[in-house]
């Protein structure tokens, strides 16, 4: 079963013991009672695993897609043992054994089993360049995935001389793929053996499904392609009745508190879901929204484990460093942290304190204050010294296109400040944020630079392992979408998954840290600022400023009538 974190266990105790009469006292039209849940984010695929899902897999179906592992609320992976289990075993290499639940069923009755794991292995290793791949961290890593096709069983054995500290990131919520599904989209009877036995043409038409195939657009869907291994499953999904989760009646975990959960994510009109009362849980960028009355809510204003940042094409009016150079120095950073990254529960020192000075360590970090000094020159602004980068890359001048998911009032503001700072420098600086925006417009030329979190992604972000923030930059990897390449930072990042040692650590995270602000590949702003709020009468909320969202214990969620 999903425990919740020891410190918040008692409370969690009470109010599932007081609301867990209310909701078998229902009648009527009250037997499939509803929860309204909107967030920031767009939905755009089912798999986790590719560019496109990565920003919403865990915050809308991670208890759609369970995995070994979640994000909790507190930003690390939690075990997730109704899916199964995984341990670190004894072993010349690093060698992982992953147990799935004997009872693990998809919802369309096929059992879950050791094939998954082989399929989201070869989608994610790197080794066949056809798939879309969000990220290949540590799946890089995996030298072979040992399974007997159907098994409950699989063994994960890295490649000889590497060690993956962060494993269990893989294989998690929102990411775990149902391989049956793919198989026999592409008509590969085994998985297994396409991949063992390296047959190219097979894998080619399993990248074809698994880079589209799971594709999410409003209207119809063919829901045998959306079967579930967690809680919830796919109901509908369209523009006006949102994303609708309902229980999964072959779910062998504890059935959800709560029987139909209604997610409206972007370009869903959230204002006016809040206003008509239709949502009990709100997880949304502070500020994004136009006054709205929360008033009825409980409302928390948390900074996030994802930082907001610019990140800028290398190419384009970009392929230049003095040319990202002079952007960066007329950002005016402090102001914007001042007037749109603070929050009322922001400590004194520490995530949210202050402009955050890196893209991937987090402010409440030991590392943090001795690995960032080379982020001096670009606090405040400087529009001098950005003329003179501007000089040094040939320029008189510079049109920088900034996108992002709109409407999003908070950063249509950061846009105009940064225009407005900027503009004494010679360079124009334009709102290119649209209601269909996704971060590929990056890689496609469309705009110049992205505001958003981690890879440009909208919505809920950010975790302690910061392998999103990490993949952001790392050549090659889905969530770069700016392409910045550099070997020398690709192998720190690999270092570091491996090293364990506190002084070579901090060495590493100062040469990244150094690089990255010498490079410039995007520009970090602030831990971005979260509200969550839960609707008066609604039990078990817990708010997940990360990747997860608040959404990540959904099931638990009951709301009093």
């Given amino acids: ?248 009646e072959r779910w062998w975990g504890e059935a959800p508190a709560t029987g139909r959960i209604v997610v409206y994510p972007k370009p869903a009109d959230l204002a006016a879901r809040i206003e008509d009362g239709s949502v009990a849980v709100v997880d949304i960028g502070s500020g994004s929204l136009p006054e709205v009355n929360l008033d009825a809510y409980a409302v928390e204003q948390l900074p996030s484990r994802g930082i907001e940042q610019l990140v800028l094409n290398t190419g384009g009016v970009f392929e230049s460093t003095a040319a990202r150079r002079a952007f960066a120095l007329c950002v005016p950073r402090q102001a914007l942290f001042d007037q749109l990254g603070r929050v009322a529960e922001a400590p004194e020192a520490g995530l949210g304190a202050g402009v955050s000075n890196s893209r991937t360590l987090q402010q409440d970090s030991l590392f943090y204050p001795a690995a960032t000094g080379a982020s001096g020159p670009y606090a405040t602004g400087d529009v001098a010294g950005a003329r003179a980068a501007l000089a040094d890359a040939g320029k008189d001048g510079l049109v920088v296109r900034v996108g992002y998911l709109a409407p999003d009032v908070r950063r249509a503001r950061t846009v105009s400040m940064i225009a407005d ?66 070997g020398r930072f690709d192998a720190i990042t690999e270092q570091l998954a491996a090293e364990t040692d506190s002084t070579n650590q901090l060495h590493l995270m100062t040469e990244a840290e150094n690089l990255l602000w010498a490079q410039l590949p995007s520009v970090p702003l602030f831990a971005t600022p979260r509200t969550i709020a839960f609707a008066g009468g609604l039990r078990n909320g817990i708010a997940g400023p990360t990747r997860a969202g608040s959404g990540w214990n959904m099931d638990q969620w009951v709301l009093e009538r």
């Fill in 421 to 486: 700072a900027c503009k004494a420098a010679g360079i124009t600086v334009e709102d290119a944020g649209t209601p269909d925006f996704g971060p590929a417009q990056l890689r496609d030329g469309a705009v110049d630079a992205v505001l958003g979190g981690p890879g440009g992604m909208p919505g809920p972000a950010g975790s302690l392992d910061g392998i999103a923030a990490i993949g952001g930059l790392r050549s090659g990897s889905g969530l770069n979408v700016g392409q910045f390449r550099n």
């Fill in 1 to 248: 079963m999903r425990l919740p974190y020891l410190r918040r266990t008692l409370a969690l105790l009470a109010a599932t013991a007081a609301a867990s009469g209310l909701v078998a006292g229902c009648s009527g039209e009250d037997q499939v009672p509803s929860i309204g849940y909107a967030v920031d984010t767009a939905v755009a695929s089912f798999n986790g695993g590719t560019t496109a899902g990565a920003a919403s897999a865990q915050a809308v179906f991670g208890r759609v897609l369970t995995g070994f592992f979640y994000t909790g609320p507190d930003g690390q992976p939690v075990a997730d043992t109704d899916t199964g289990t995984a341990k670190e075993v004894p072993g010349e290499a690093q060698t992982i054994q992953y147990r799935l639940n004997p009872q693990g069923v998809y919802s369309d009755g096929v059992p879950t089993s050791c094939d998954d794991l082989v399929f989201t292995w070869a989608a994610r290793s790197g080794r066949f360049p056809r798939f879309d791949s969000a990220s290949t961290a540590g799946y890089e890593d995996i030298e072979r995935v040992e399974c007997q096709p159907g098994s409950k069983d699989g063994t994960v054995v890295f490649r000889p001389g590497t060690r993956y500290q962060p494993w269990r990131t893989l294989f998690g919520a929102g990411e775990l793929m149902p391989a049956h599904v793919a198989a026999q989209a592409a008509n590969v009877p085994d998985i297994v053996a396409a991949v063992q036995n390296d047959d190219r043409a097979a894998l080619d038409r399993l990248a074809d499904f698994w880079n589209t195939g799971w594709n999410l657009e409003p209207g119809d869907l063919d829901i045998a392609r959306f079967p579930a291994s967690g809680p919830y499953r796919i109901e509908s999904y369209g523009l006006e009745d949102g994303l609708v989760l309902v229980a999964n």
